[in-house]
C-alpha cells in the first residue's frame, strides 16, 4: 500500500471531488453548501499550501494547511482533510503522519476544527497524536505541537 502527498498550487475541480463532495458522509460534516447561511463571510486564508493525498498512484483525497494574520503571529497552520475515498483503513493516518514530516520546522503547531460528531476523523486525529483543546457549539478544536523549543512554553493558544 503505497501513500503518498503530492504538493499543488490549488485543487482543481474535477470527477473525484465533485463525487467526494456529493457523498453525504462528507457533506454532513463539511461546513458549507447549500445549508450553510449566505450571511457569513469567509477571509481568503493569508496563506495555503494543498496536497493530494494517493494510494497506489489514485487520488483519493486532499489535504489544506491555511491560517489568517492571528496564524501566522502565533506560529501555527489549521488543517482540513477530506478523504474521499478508503476510510477506516489507515490511510489517513499515514497521511496525517506524512504531512506532519512535512511541516516540521514551519511552524510551532497545527489544528483542526472537526465536527463533533464526526467521531471517525476525531479518532483518527486523536491517534496521531492531536490533542483535544477545546469545543466550540458543534466544532472539536484539536491541535498538535510539531515542536518544542523550550519544554516551559505556555500552552498554544489557539
Known sequence: MDVYLKQIQEFVKNNSRE????DPFVKKFLAFG???PASLKFDKPAFAQNFEIYLDKKLIGDI???GNTKDIKKH???LLIVLGECRGKGIGSK?????????????????????????ASIKMLRK???????????????????QIK??????ISI
Open 64 to 66: 489544506k494547511v491555511f
Open 95 to 119: 497521511a496525517i503522519e506524512l504531512l506532519m514530516e512535512k511541516l516540521k520546522g514551519m511552524y510551532d503547531a497545527v489544528y483542526c476544527n472537526v465536527n463533533r460528531y464526526n467521531i
Open 19 to 22: 463525487k467526494w463532495l456529493n
Open 128 to 146: 496521531n497524536g492531536f490533542r483535544i483543546k477545546k469545543i466550540i457549539g458543534n466544532e472539536v478544536v484539536l491541535y498538535k505541537r510539531l
Open 150 to 155: 523550550n519544554f516551559k512554553k505556555a500552552p
Open 76 to 78: 501555527v497552520a489549521q
Open 34 to 36: 447549500a445549508n450553510f
